[in-house]
């Protein structure tokens, strides 16, 4: 029920723009479904694997990097954007999965950060590439008649890659794959001894939650026209953990409400008359990075399945 | 059905297993017995897979498996218990049982089909609930099961992911006394149609159940034989009488 | 001549390591003993540098500034600990991540509103001014200074770890923390002392980094997952680990930064070396790291269990 209502929601966000003429919102909801396809994709290893990975959002990096990098070689074409992006992000995962998964606990948490940072770095010293400042793309990822420059278009397209992984995701978690997954988050050793090679299907999840993230960087630099090593900093790593854990880990949909929830009161806290008495609106609205902080840390110390996880019922 | 020959552990400068020669017979239950601190538990560590030895060959069912990971050890047939019950909480008492079915039913990387509408996964985990007397309980969600209900599923897993061999590590551990007569009865049933290795502190149990008992002291065995000969045994005797003489 | 300037290099790697140790010996031993992931130890570094700074522009005493760094810090660290962080030690790792997550937000929006957002500089003491010679190598008089500090720091933990009966529970609740609860001891308790010291410590290394970079909202987080790779690095809950932990990716930071460029000029192209030199000095130490948990995922000096 919630989920429909939410996906109802998404989908009459562009004639509702229209009719107001805010064409801002358009990009704002496009961009909560980009960043809460990331944090799906993230939580295929966080909440349904047990895998804390703190270094997602390299993998965004990579989708969205594989945009800038062919744009500024003349290659325009939306299918040779997205092979580059998914090969190069399947080639990456595998190997940095492969190492990671020789840890656990925070040995992990802290290895997937090692690598999203030295990813990062080499973002920035891609000099030809723009460096620190990142790279402007001269135009969008070409798919014949389907013009993503028209922003309508775009948002649908976003809209329907995020059905697709929705829907796939909520097939996977029950299959016999996510089974095995669930069971090796629940007790590993045991998995093992029942007979699965439980490494290697954790590298599948880990892969193919780090090409969920992919598609979304590939997204985002289509939407922004614009990729930075920005886009990979670990802050963005933390955040889609937080969305993830702010919506529900249990939940397939659950990270895309924690990323409306993240986004959304950010936009509020900037954008919004809250009613609040001069100089305390203003405070609030000059530091609402502080208050988005103290949300954080009350959904952290007080609220155990996230929001949408308290409102739907749980996947198993 | 398994060998263990010349099997050597060492912690630091302490031997955890030493020495230790073993012969299992196909289709006998033989039981595990010594004093805390004999190496039990590094034994079956080392059995299962999750603790390798220094030296000496795990031989089962005429292959060598020394230096296999534990999930192909479970596939060619070696199933475990564990001391303390280590179901999958999360899950319903059918999703557990589907697990171990699953797992020696081809590969699991199938991402689109439900696991719990295949057929040839719920068939056989329904069986073997059936088997331990859970079918009634087999919807609800393992957090609510009764401690002894978890050990019977334990059980059915064990079953259903039809072992040729089943190490039972001190199943009888935190059972009321009903519990674990019922459990003893229902390893005699089990007697004989596959090859079981007991560990067990309950010494009733082990004298009614075993066909042939090994004694664990320091790591090496002290002795082996029958229930009868091992009482009589007067090494054993000192061994226990010495450290816990309210065992016997 | 350039043996002069590697020696430099390795004294200044020395240096960072020092800062990195002073950051990281607390939260290793909040790792070790509660399993507890907090991010937000770099807050507290940043939070002592504005209390050191304060009291120093206030007084003019580098002392009285120590006293006010490494004093304010343990004192925010207990009221943390107290209020926040004791409530997340018997969950997951992921709400750990997100709790502290959450606290650097918060904190860095405090120095701002506290001290602006805006750099804040102080001045390297002036009995510290200047330069030492060093058989020839002439070397900055304060940077010798923190070594000095870094070390003495080092000496002092050693002893109360391995000589008094405080170190005899630290060291057995990094090791089977269940124990020392079976002991009787109150875990809780313990843990707020240690998790005290570690703040009182970062705080401290804030205040001796202050006067060689700049004072801003935000300068904890570079530095602290710079920290992380020491902890991870050297081993988990293991004082020893972060001591060498953290000089080894100093020196290789600090080393590599310097000279990896001019190395990678002479084995490839000029402009291939411009463009890959400066990416792969800030890479090493997370090469480093990952090359070490590939091998050895627990670490360099891994506490030994039971």
């Known amino acids: ?62 989708g969205a990097y594989a945009v800038g990098i062919l744009d500024a070689h003349g290659v325009t074409g939306g299918l040779f954007h997205l092979a580059a992006a998914l090969a190069a992000g399947a080639a990456l995962a595998c190997f940095v999965g492969t190492v990671c998964l020789l840890t656990r606990g925070i040995a992990f948490i802290m290895i997937t950060l090692a690598f999203a940072q030295m990813v990062f770095f080499l973002a920035v010293g891609l000099k030809e590439y723009g460096g620190d400042d990142g790279l402007s793309i001269s135009a969008r990822s070409a798919f014949g008649p389907l013009h993503l420059d028209d922003p309508t278009i775009l948002y649908y397209a976003i809209f ?37 090679p439980v490494r290697r299907y954790q590298l599948t999840a880990y892969v193919i939650s780090a090409l969920v993230c992919v598609l979304s960087g590939f997204l985002l630099a289509n939407l922004t026209r614009f990729v930075s090593p920005a886009y990979m900093q670990w802050q963005v790593s933390g955040e889609l953990i937080v969305m993830a854990v702010l919506g529900g880990t249990a939940t397939v949909l659950g990270p895309l409400v924690g990323a409306a929830i993240l986004l959304l009161i950010e936009e509020a806290l900037a954008a919004f008359a809250m009613g609040l008495p001069v100089g305390v609106e203003e405070f609030v609205r000059d530091h609402r990075l502080g208050a988005l902080g103290l949300l954080i840390v009350l959904a952290a110390v007080g609220m155990r399945r996230g929001v949408y996880g308290a409102l739907a019922p749980s996947a198993h | ?159 259903a992911s039809k072992p040729k061999l089943l190490l039972l590590d001190e199943p009888m551990a935190g059972m009321s006394q009903a519990e674990s007569a019922e459990l003893t009865q229902r390893l005699a049933t089990l007697k004989g149609s596959l090859t079981i290795v007991l560990v067990e502190h309950d010494m009733d149990t082990v004298f009614a159940l075993a066909d042939r008992v090994t004694v664990l002291v320091a790591g090496r065995t002290i002795a082996t034989g029958t229930g009868a000969e091992i009482r009589a045994d007067p090494g054993v005797r000192q061994a226990y009488l010495g450290e816990q003489e309210e065992s016997w | 001549m350039s043996v002069i300037v590697l020696l430099t290099q390795l004294l200044n790697g020395v240096q960072l390591g020092v800062l990195l140790f002073l950051l990281s010996a607390g939260l290793t031993l909040v790792f070790g003993i509660m399993n507890f992931i907090n991010l937000s130890h770099g ?68 120095a701002r509103v506290t001290w602006g957002p805006s750099s804040v500089y102080i001045d390297v003491p002036g009995t510290l001014v200047g330069a030492v010679d060093l058989l020839g190598l002439s070397y900055p008089r304060y940077r010798l200074f923190i070594i000095g500090v870094g070390v003495a720091v080092a000496v002092a933990l050693y002893l109360l770890i391995h000589r008094t009966r405080l170190g005899m529970l630290i060291r057995a609740g990094a090791s089977v923390p269940t124990m020392v609860g079976a002991l009787g001891v109150n875990l809780a308790r313990l843990n707020a002392l240690v998790f005290a010291l570690g703040a009182a410590l970062a705080g401290l290394a804030g205040l001796l980094a202050a006067p060689l970079m700049s004072v801003q909202p935000g300068m904890g987080e570079p530095i602290l997952i710079v920290a992380l790779v020491v902890i991870v690095t050297g081993g988990i809950g293991s004082i020893r680990g972060a001591f060498y932990g953290a000089l080894i990716v100093g020196i290789v930071d600090t080393v590599g930064r310097a000279f990896l460029p001019e190395l990678l000029r002479l084995m ?10 400066p990416a792969l000095a800030s890479m090493l130490i997370y090469l480093v790291m990952a090359g070490v948990l590939a091998l050895r995922p627990q670490g360099l000096f891994p506490v030994k269990h039971g």
């Open chain 1, 160 to 196: 329907a890659v995020l059905l697709l992984t929705l829907l796939a995701g909520h097939r996977l978690v029950h299959s016999r794959f996510g089974m095995v997954l669930r069971g090796a988050k629940l007790n590993e050793r045991r998995m093992a001894a029942l007979g699965f």
């Open chain 2, 1 to 159: 059905m398994l060998r263990l020959e010349d099997l050597v552990k060492h912690y630091g400068g302490l031997a955890a297993t030493d020495h230790l020669c073993l012969e299992i017979a196909a289709g006998e239950l033989h039981a595990i017995i010594g004093p805390n601190g004999a190496g039990k538990s590094t034994l079956i560590g080392q059995l299962s897979g999750e603790i390798r030895p220094d030296q000496g060959r795990i031989v089962f069912d005429g292959r060598d498996i020394t230096r296999e990971p534990v999930h192909r050890r479970a596939l060619a047939g070696l199933g475990r218990s564990y001391q303390i019950s280590s179901v999958f909480t999360e899950f319903s008492a059918l999703e557990n049982v589907i697990l171990a079915v699953q797992a020696r039913s081809g590969h699991s990387f199938r991402f689109w089909r439900r696991a719990n509408t295949e057929t040839q996964l719920v068939q056989p985990a329904q069986a073997a609930l059936a088997a331990v007397g859970l079918s009634d309980l087999a919807q609800r969600s393992v957090a609510s099961l009764a401690h002894g209900e978890r050990r019977q599923l334990e059980i059915a897993m064990t079953l």
């Open chain 3, 43 to 110: 807050s507290l570094y940043m939070l002592g540098a504005y209390f050191g700074a304060a009291a120093y522009t206030a007084t003019g005493s580098f002392l009285l500034a120590v006293v006010a760094a490494t004093g304010g810090s343990l004192l925010l660290g207990l009221i943390v600990e107290r209020v926040a962080l004791a409530r997340l030690y018997a969950r997951e790792h992921l709400d750990q991540v997100l709790a502290t997550f959450g606290l650097i937000l918060i904190f860095n929006e405090v």
């Open chain 3, 268 to 277: 490839l192209s000029p402009s291939l070396a411009r463009a890959a030199g």
């Open chain 1, 1 to 62: 029920m919630a989920a429909t209502a939410i996906l109802l929601a998404l989908a009459a966000v562009p004639p509702l723009c229209a009719a107001l003429a805010q064409p801002y919102y358009l990009t704002l909801f496009a961009r909560v479904m980009i960043l809460g396809l990331a944090a799906m994709g993230l939580n295929l290893v966080l909440g349904f694997g047990g895998l804390v990975s703190f270094g997602h959002a390299m993998y965004i990096g990579v």
